[in-house]
């Protein structure tokens, strides 16, 4: 069945970086566009910030436009976020997501705190 399972969250302080990575399996991993969202707190619902389409395309969020990059390894069905200069507004629980044949698929997640 398709699952995904992020890791790499962790706390860092403002200004530092973090690379999430989205471990897939269970359909053709480089066929399908893929997402990563945050939830910034328990209150508030999920947003998107990223995704990278089948042809390797990228869209960023305004907000971590410039510092965020979003990349993947097809040959390891693995995503990557890679957080550069994070600020404290980055904190959150971070999830990929992907549309498989029609179906949403999420993650679990990964918390990422930025703090000092």
């Known amino acids: 069945q398709v699952q995904f399972v ?6 860092v302080q403002p200004g530092g970086s973090l690379t999430l990575s989205c471990a897939a399996s269970g359909f053709k991993f480089g066929h399908y566009i893929m997402m990563w969202y945050r939830r910034p707190s328990p209150e508030k619902g999920r947003e998107w910030v990223a995704e990278i389409t089948s042809l390797g395309g990228t ?8 510092r965020f990059l ?12 890679q957080m550069n200069d994070l600020k404290a507004e980055d904190t959150g629980v ?3 997501k992907g549309n498989v044949d029609l179906r949403e698929y999420w993650g679990q997640g990964t918390p990422v705190t930025v703090s000092s």
Do not use: F
Not at 59 to 66: A, E
Not at 71 to 81: E, P, V
């Open 94 to 96: 971070y999830y990929c």
């Open 59 to 66: 869209r960023y969020s305004d907000s971590v436009n410039g």
């Open 6 to 11: 992020e890791s790499g969250g962790g706390l």
């Open 70 to 81: 979003i990349t993947r390894d097809i040959a390891k069905s693995t995503m990557y976020l």
